[in-house]
C-alpha cells in the first residue's frame, strides 16, 4: 500500500505537521491591514528618523501584541467551551424567527466578545446544483450566558452548515475559535400560501375499520335490556337465570375511515433549475401542506396515501403529518419520466403539480374515468393589452411574488444564473375540479 508523506515522517513530526495543517490565522482582514500599515510605517520612520512616526506606529504594534496576547490566552482556555445551538422547530421560510445560542457563561477579559458564527450552504428544494453560501452571526453581550441568531431563507429547502464559537475584540483586529463545531442539517419548509380549505365527500373512497375480538368466547358482552334494544338480541338463558332480560351486543367497533388518495408530482428541471422553478415547486409544497393540515383538522379520522416521485407516504395522525411535512420541505425536482403505475381507485384523486410537469396532462388523461381534483402553480402572466385586462388583474390579486433581494437580506448568496429571469409558461391543464395559484419571481 501507498504511504503518505506524512506516514514517512516520525510521530512527533507527523503531529506537528498536523498542528501546521490545522493552523488557521487569528487576524481579521481589518487586524492584517492594521498590522502591514504599521510595520510599513515603522521600517519608513526608522529609515527617515521621524522620531514621531516611530512613537505612533510603535504604540499600535504594541496594542496588537497586547490585544494578541491576552486573546490567544483566553482562547485557549475556551476551547473545551460547549455551547447550545437551538433552532427553532419546525422550521419556516420567512417566518423571522431566531435561533437561541446558549452556554456562554465563561469570564471574558475587558474589551472581547463572544461571537457565534453559522456557516454553511443552503439548497433550495434540496437541489444539489444549487447549493447558495450561507453566513449568519451574532454576539452575545458581556455577563449575559445566551444570545439570538438571525437565521432565516428565503423559501423552503435544506441547510447544511457548521456552528462555532469565536473571541474577537471589540476593535475587529482579531478572531480567536474556541469551543466545539456544531454540525447541522435544517429542512425549513415552506411559508404560508394563499388558498383556500378545501372541503371533500367524507364518503369519497371510505372504508370501514373494525376492531373485533379474536377471542371467540369474548365475541359478546352482556348488559341490562333497555327500551329500543332488538328483540333477537335477547339472550334468554341468560335472563332466567338471573330473572332480568339481557342483551347480547357486539364489541365491533365500526368506524367510517376516508382514505384519501394525493399525488404530489415534483417532476421539473432537476439540473440546476431556475429560481422561477423553484419557487413554483415552493408554492405547490406551501398548498399542500394547507390541504393536509386543513383536512386533518376538519376530520381527524382522515388517512391520507400521499404519493410523490420517490416515495410513497401513510399519514394516520399527526406525528405522520409533522414527519411527512418535514420531508415534504427537502423534496426537489424529478427528471419527467413515463407512468408505469396510473393511481387506482373509487374516491377523487388530489393531485399537486407546477407548469414544468409536462407530462401533468398526459397523466391527467390517463387517469379518466376516475375524478381528479387538480391544485397547479403557474407563472404569472401579466398582459398589457386590453382584451386580456381582466384576467391580468385577477391574476395579480392572486399572486405570490417572491423578491430576489430576500437572499441577501436572510444571509444567502445566490447564484449569478438566479438574477436572469427564466422563461416557463404556463400548462394548459383540464380536470375535474382544478385551483390555480400564480407565482412570480421579483428583483
Known sequence: ???????????????????????????????????????????????????????????????????????????????????????????????????????????????????????????????????????????????EAAGRLALDFPMSGVFRGDGFCRLRDIFGLYSFPCGATQRRTLKIRSAPCFGKNHHINAQSGAEDRRNKSTDNEERYYMREYTPGDRFRDINWKSSEKIDTLITRISPDNQEKVSRIDVYFRNFGP??????????????????????????????????????????????????????FLEELAGFSFYPPQNETAIPQGAGDLYVFSTACDLGLPGFLLACNPRPVSLFIVQPAVREKNAANKNAAQKTETETETFRKRDFPANGCIPFPRWLVKGKIRQLGVQANMVEMLYAETMI
Open 1 to 143: 500500500m501507498a504511504k503518505s508523506a506524512e506516514d514517512n515522517l516520525p510521530a512527533g513530526g507527523a503531529s506537528a505537521m498536523g498542528r501546521r495543517l490545522r493552523f488557521r490565522p487569528v487576524f481579521t482582514p481589518v487586524g492584517a491591514a492594521v498590522l502591514i500599515i504599521a510595520l510599513v510605517v515603522l521600517i519608513r520612520s526608522l529609515i527617515a528618523r521621524n522620531a514621531y512616526e516611530v512613537v505612533l506606529s510603535s504604540a499600535v504594534l504594541l496594542i496588537l501584541l497586547f490585544l494578541g496576547a491576552i486573546g490567544a490566552w483566553k482562547a485557549k482556555k475556551l476551547q473545551t467551551l460547549e455551547t447550545g445551538w437551538k433552532p427553532p422547530f419546525p422550521m419556516t421560510a420567512n417566518a423571522g424567527e431566531e435561533s437561541l445560542v446558549s452556554g456562554f457563561d465563561a469570564p471574558i477579559p475587558l474589551f472581547f466578545r463572544l461571537h457565534f458564527i453559522v456557516r454553511g450552504r443552503f439548497s433550495p428544494a434540496d437541489s444539489k446544483n444549487s447549493n447558495c453560501p450561507v453566513l449568519a452571526e451574532t454576539s452575545v453581550p458581556r455577563g
Open 270 to 323: 432537476s439540473q440546476k433549475p431556475s429560481l422561477e422553478a423553484l419557487w413554483l415547486l415552493d408554492r405547490a409544497k406551501a398548498r399542500l401542506s394547507l390541504f393536509l393540515r386543513s383536512l386533518k383538522d376538519e376530520q381527524s379520522s382522515y388517512v391520507f396515501h400521499v404519493r410523490a416521485a420517490d416515495g410513497s407516504w401513510e399519514i394516520e395522525d399527526q406525528d405522520d403529518l409533522d414527519a
